[in-house]
């Protein structure tokens, strides 16, 4: 329900839109790393596995699921957070939304790290879980990026000119270890590494399309997105396979 309210308050049907709350400071345009306003339609992707996940918690088939019910209370906590943000940011509380999202992205690494440690039961598990909790997880990586520099700015840090190049390209970078670190602990999921570069990526757009311009900072956000994808393949390669299953007549012969 909080996550429900908190999002209709923040497509600006309860109140003022994310975009324009605080001043503007989390606008497209505000600062060199907000990613253009494209990228934003991935919520609608996440928002559609969040709401089949409620959903499947309540199948019958489900309740069985031990990777269900080890992430279970932290996915409502997520959706909780979530909808806490966007209330959070309507109030105008820039540096309570840092906290917010910095506590949203460790409830999901907790969740996506526990979804890890066992295998999905089904395919249509995997898409659910793995798929919904990798690309909330990824994406909510970016914006807590693009959000500390919003409270930063709004604080008195230079959005734009020759003052704000300088540190846009280190928090990049910043972000492209936390991919690495990401790939490294969470089994190199592919899910985390696109839904980073994704957000990574319009960063670059932004930032060679539109305003602030900025050829530096769109140039950093290209190679960290590069980066944050790349560092996946050679933990997906170093993962042991699964040995194949051998007929029961060839296994009994044996």
Known sequence: ??????????????????????????????????????????????????????????????R????????????????????????????????????????????????????????????AEAVLLDGTFGLYLGWTSVATLANVTAALVASGLPSVGPNAEPWAPAVLALGAVLGILLARTMGGRLTIAAAMAWGLGWIAVGRFTGDPASALTGTAAAVAAAIVILAVVPVRLRAPRMPSRQPLATASRG
């Open 64 to 123: 069985h699921s031990a990777r269900t019910d080890a992430v279970a209370v932290l996915a409502a906590l997520s959706m909780v957070l979530n909808g806490a943000w966007l209330m959070v940011v309507q109030a105008g509380w820039i540096w309570a939304s840092v906290v917010v999202i910095f506590a949203l992205v460790f409830t999901l690494g907790i969740t996506v790290r526990l979804l890890a440690r066992r295998p999905p039961a089904s395919r």
């Open 1 to 62: 329900m909080v996550m429900l309210i908190g999002t209709l308050y923040g497509f600006g049907l309860l109140g003022t839109p994310v975009e324009s709350s605080i001043g503007g400071s989390l606008a497209a345009n505000a600062t060199l790393l907000a990613p253009a306003a494209p990228a934003f339609s991935i919520w609608s992707l996440i928002y559609l596995g969040l709401f089949s996940f409620a959903v499947w918690q309540v199948l019958p088939f489900s």
